[in-house]
């Protein structure tokens, strides 16, 4: 009879330390889950600041180094040049200036001086020749200040316009013999080519064949 108390009452001891580790077992997990949310949570929270930084380093860049938002373009050269002033450097009034000087092998260092609604200069490498202009403005003539040009040199073009007109470029030198000019007029406007004049002429009147390039590209304004 004693020994049938003492088998229950060590049952019963069994019993109450099991529950007491199940109710432990089941204390941890519940902490640890807790601490993986918590864990989850503060991994969101950092994820979400990280992405934000970025963000705000990214516009500080964007806003620093500036950006093309279609106003600007760039030649050539690297230079930029505005969205109105590239329009009117390649405009058919003017004949693509800019546009043919970038794309004849004969021509490097394109480089654009003045840009107006109604005026245009261009400097360029000639091959064999050096530093030459292009310059178009409204009017009928175009003039060197201090420069006279002797009419005896002439060298006279016939060149079709792009609407089929034709037009009579023609080439000088100057009195001393050290500049020459190619000069035009179309549609109200004048132009010219000019710069130093080389010893060998055949080098000079590689410019001629420049001022046909462009003068193919003349259309009238509308």
Known sequence: MRNEKLRKLSCMVLAVGTLLGLAGCG???SKSFQKEEIIASNVDDTAKEY??????????????????????????????IGLGEAEIVNAAKFGNPKEVLDNIIITSNVEVKKTEEDEVQIEFELENVGLCTFAASKGEEFVLPNEVFVDSTKIEWTAPTANGKYIFPYMRVNETGDLFMIDWAYNGYCFAIYGKSPQNIDDRDMAGKIALAIISNLEEAE
């Open 51 to 80: 992405d934000i930084e970025g963000q705000n380093e990214d516009m500080e860049k964007f806003e620093t180094e500036g950006h093309n938002d279609g106003t600007e373009s760039k030649d050539n050269g690297g230079e930029r």
């Open 27 to 29: 204390a941890m997990s």
